[in-house]
T-cell receptor, first 112, second 112 residues
């Protein structure tokens, strides 16, 4: 079945450093979504990318969708302690609009 | 405007017992999905309900069953609990045609 993989599993950075997490799907995605889960919390929707090569920005966060629509990345510029949490990418399987396949997530720790 | 609400927040059961988890979707949402999140993993799709019917199901055994009521609220039932069922159970809702999921805080189930 379809798999969604994320790397790295864990990254710790000093506050102010940049951070990037990568997401790869075994199949082409119609769209990809990113969620953030704070420690002890629940996933919160960040963004959805739909078009091949799409780039979207939210303040210090930059999201990209690959040209082949099989990979995506999230880049955070100048991390802050409020960025701490686990970032998940997720996409619907082929023909499976009703569910999302989540990656295992990248856990970000930010040291002040 | 309440978001997605789940109950109970925490519960402890023993092997072989049965559990019922409850979810009220966000106002205006009619589609409810359930996800299981094991520690350190991404959410895994269990099933989705729309118009009181199960529309799609993930790779979970028949011990996992659900229901949706006319007011769109939903229940997840798990029978014959196993130790491996210990996880955070997340309810997510969306409106018809929407793709963004709104997650509840989750129900943390511990099976001893």
């Amino acid at each position: 079945g379809q798999q969604v993989m994320q790397i790295p599993q864990y990254q710790h950075v000093q506050e102010g450093e940049d951070f990037t997490t990568y997401c790869n799907s075994s199949t082409t995605l119609s769209n990809i979504q990113w969620y953030k889960q704070r420690p002890g919390g629940h996933p919160v929707f960040l963004i959805q990318l739909v078009k091949s090569g799409e780039v979207k920005k939210q303040k210090r966060l930059t999201f990209q969708f690959g040209e082949a629509k099989k990979n995506s990345s999230l880049h955070i510029t100048a991390t802050q302690t409020t960025d701490v949490g686990t970032y998940f990418c997720a996409g619907p399987p082929s023909g499976g609009y009703n569910k999302l396949i989540f990656g295992a997530g990248t856990r970000l720790a930010v040291h002040p | 405007d309440a978001g997605v609400t789940q109950s109970p927040t925490h519960l402890i059961k023993t092997r072989g017992q049965q559990v019922t988890l409850r979810c009220s979707p966000k106002s205006g949402h009619d589609t409810v999905s359930w996800y299981q999140q094991a520690l350190g993993q991404g959410p895994q799709f269990i099933f989705q309900y729309y118009e009181e019917e199960e529309r799609q199901r993930g790779n979970f055994p028949d011990r996992f069953s659900g229901h949706q009521y006319p007011n769109y609220s939903s229940e997840l039932n798990v029978n014959a609990l196993l130790l491996g069922d210990s996880a955070l159970y997340l309810c997510a809702s969306r409106r018809t045609g929407g793709e963004k999921l709104f997650f509840g805080e989750g129900s943390r189930l511990t099976v001893l």
